[in-house]
């Protein structure tokens, strides 16, 4: 039997927070195609021509606010991760890390992956649900690289687990503590997408944001329906938790002004809830595996400024799965799913 192995993936980090590190991995990421989609050339102008001449000063002091004397909490954590399911899982099943972006490269570990005479792969991308900026743009950057270097080896992708039990399982472990504190709402808060993303993954195009309740209307276009998946990971963990009607709400936040983007809006539901009389909140971003500059600069230090401003009392970011062991358990099990029985 060929050697196995399993390679996870996460989004990246600049090397630093230095300007032209930040300006470099800014490079990459929004010049993926897949993230900025946009004809070549109108990509190439938008980006040299207006976004890398003010984003990366602006981008490099945000990273200044979460960065560890560590490095990025993104990268180093992901690291922990990595060696927590190789312990787990033990020496015959080699773990990798890479990053989509930034260091280590996909190139990179494909090319160790390659040297180690690895002969099956688990491709484990880090992100709960499907979207063709985040899930899609890792397997088809591994995919890339391996018909380049390695066209024999094996590779089985996990597909987006944002109902697995087990993984609902995770995310109640780690919110259960913060859950039996006071409180009187928890605002479940996805990273944001253009609406064009959610049609464009659409195969069908006449469901996705065309059908009345599209995401809760039964439909295939689900399969790669990021908001109906993040819908769905909420229903998830509100029936697990035992959360109350009219306590709990869906935001996505990180959005960009230009064109319609997902609602509604975290900073502006940040603002509002105070108004509403939620004075105690919770914030869960089940997005992120690990906890990163969208989660501990944009909801806890930025969104926290905000909803105390509004007359809100108590702010508290529920952490992500990061090295939970529940998380760590979700991954062993999926690998050895896969080892058992080909499937992860």
Not at 229 to 252: D, E, K, M
Request: with cysteine; hydrophobic share 40%.
């Amino acid at each position: 039997m060929s050697k196995r192995a399993v390679l996870l993936v996460n989004l990246g980090s600049p090397d630093s927070t230095a300007v032209p590190d930040v300006r470099r991995y800014l490079r990459e990421f929004l010049g993926d195609g897949r993230v900025l989609d946009v004809p070549a050339p109108a990509r190439w102008l938008l980006l040299e021509g207006i976004i890398l001449r003010t984003r990366p000063k602006k981008s490099a002091h945000a990273y200044e606010q979460v960065w560890t004397k560590e490095g990025s909490p993104l990268v180093v954590t992901s690291g922990r991760v990595r060696d927590q399911l190789a312990s787990t899982l033990g020496a015959e099943t080699p773990v990798y890390l890479a990053m989509r972006y930034g260091r280590p490269s996909v190139a990179s570990v494909v090319g160790q992956i390659v040297a180690d005479g690895i002969g099956e792969l688990l491709l484990f991308p880090q992100y709960p649900h499907y979207a063709m900026s985040s899930w899609e743009t890792v397997v088809v950057r591994v995919m890339e690289e391996v018909a380049k270097q390695a066209p024999a080896l094996r590779v089985t992708t996990v597909q987006p687990f944002f109902n697995d039990p087990v993984y609902i399982d995770a995310l109640h472990a780690v919110a259960a503590p913060f859950l039996a504190q006071p409180h009187d709402h928890v605002l479940f808060s996805y990273h944001g997408l253009p609406q064009r993303h959610m049609r464009k993954a659409d195969s069908s195009h006449a469901h996705c944001l065309t059908v009345p309740d599209c995401c809760t209307t039964c439909s295939p276009a689900h399969a790669t329906c990021y908001r109906s998946q993040c819908l769905a990971t909420t229903r998830a963990f509100v029936a697990r938790a035992g959360l109350a009607p009219g306590r709990h709400s869906v935001s996505f936040q990180s959005r960009l002004a230009g064109e319609p983007w997902l609602t509604p809006f975290t900073d502006l539901e940040l603002a509002r809830l105070p108004q509403s009389g939620v004075k105690r909140l919770l914030v869960l971003c089940p997005a992120f595996t690990a906890d990163c500059l969208e989660t501990l600069e944009e909801i806890q230090q930025q969104g926290r400024a905000t909803f105390l401003a509004a007359g809100g009392e108590s702010f508290q970011q529920i952490p992500c799965l990061n090295d939970h062991p529940a998380f760590i358990d979700f991954l062993a099990k999926r690998t050895q799913g896969w080892l058992k029985s080909g499937q992860p």
